[in-house]
């Protein structure tokens, strides 16, 4: 009876220690955007250290700055059990939208003889920098014919955008 018991008591003993299995520690990034246009929000999705099943909210003293081209660097932590585990997301701030050229409203229309006055056109850019358009084409009022003035701008990171106006020449 001793020696069943014994036996019981050993084989318990055993099953209860493989059934404990070592709690997994890691963090990790959340899924998010890490390429992010100059001037415009980026959201920052965090990271989390995860404890077995529970999620811990790491912190972060790192901050992106949307208003200057560059890479940066985000450094989350969070301490647990006294121990304290990191992990890094890279943020990449890029220009890499075009000049946007908007015709101002103008008479593109005219009779052989008349005078032409070009309307011009205004640019925008997600850069806000000062872009100067660059403006070619003639047009020759003593003929009829459709002349294209083409508006060009560039912004500092080579992003290029064209717009043409078109004139007509009528009898």
């Known amino acids: 009876m001793k020696k069943r018991l014994l036996l019981i008591v050993v084989i318990l003993t055993g ?3 493989s059934c404990e299995k ?3 520690i890691e963090i990790k990034l959340n899924a998010g955007q890490d390429t992010v246009e100059l001037n415009f929000d980026w959201v920052d999705k965090g990271a989390v250290l995860k404890v077995g099943s529970k ?3 790491a912190v972060t003293d790192d901050q992106v700055d949307t208003t200057t081209l560059g890479l940066y660097k985000v450094e989350y932590y969070y301490e647990y059990d006294g121990k304290e585990y990191k992990i890094i997301r890279y943020v990449n701030v890029v220009d890499q ?3 946007i050229i908007e015709l101002n409203p103008g008479i593109d229309t005219i009779k052989v003889g008349e005078e032409w006055l070009d309307a011009g056109a205004e640019v925008y850019d997600n850069s806000q920098e000062d872009i100067e358009i660059i403006v070619s084409g003639e047009v020759d009022t003593t003929k ?3 002349y294209q003035i083409i508006y060009k701008a560039s912004d500092a990171s080579g992003n290029t955008t064209e717009i043409i106006r078109y004139v007509n020449v009528v009898e």
């Open 22 to 24: 070592e709690t997994t």
């Open 97 to 99: 939208l075009k000049p």
């Open 55 to 57: 999620e811990y909210q």
């Open 144 to 146: 009829v014919g459709t």
């Open 15 to 17: 099953l209860l220690m």
